[in-house]
């Protein structure tokens, strides 16, 4: 299994920052614009895409920047050019569109300003857009950053309609934080720690069939402080299409002497 964001196993080319001014504009209201070299295995088996902004040196507030670069995606070269805007804070935001070129066409990916506060990332952000196969159909989708707390992160999602040729934004898939992929099985895994170090968890699996996104299994571990343990609530999807459950209840020490 490999985690979409940090990494254990990689998916596609590394961006490494070369960041050579090939345009530069003196007014703030005016976008600066960049080109980034690019190096790096082609194919799945490389680090996520990963925009090192650090060569701005925190950007002059209220900036737009425009940075050109090329990401792969089994084998193809596809160049894609993103907006952001620097904020008070020495941080940056996407802004305006993302533009590639994919599968023999010109794609734009528009970014509402609604998306603006939660997709701010700071100068040496990683991971703040991913190109993957999020539905296991063999085309590239795209992933944008979208927030992060504690222990969890969002991306918005957008799958590729190869009916349509075109991208289109995926609300279920978006709701869904922490996604890992395992393409053997071809599942898509969430996985979240929701306190008690750990012990108070969710853990989902979930598959497309026909096109839906379909939830195959669950659990979720809580804790009763009336009683002090903590209660694992396990789901599964039978082969019938039923939603089959169980509890089980563990104390504090019996979960510790499984680590």
Partial sequence: MKYFLTITQTWFAIIVITAVAFTACTKN????????????????????????????????????????????????????????????????????NITFDYNGDNHTLDIPEDWYPYNSIGEDSTYNIAV?????????????????????????????NTKGKRYEYNEELSGLPNIFINEERQILNLHTNNGHAGLMYTSSDYKWINGKLTLMRRDNQDYDPDRDIYILTSGVLNNYGVWEEKKQQFTETQLLEEF
């Fill in 29 to 96: 209201s005016e976008t600066k614009k960049y080109k980034i070299g690019d190096t790096g295995p082609a194919g799945g088996e490389a680090e996520p895409l990963n925009i090192d902004l650090s060569f701005l040196e925190g950007g002059t507030p209220e900036q737009t920047y425009q940075i050109a670069h090329n990401v792969t995606f089994k084998n193809q070269i596809i160049p894609m050019t993103v907006f952001y805007h620097s904020n008070d804070e020495g941080g940056y935001y996407f802004t305006e």
């Fill in 132 to 160: 993957d196969d999020f539905n296991f159909d063999g085309y590239m989708d795209i992933a944008i950053y979208n927030g992060s707390g504690t222990s969890t992160f969002w991306y918005n999602y957008f799958i590729y």
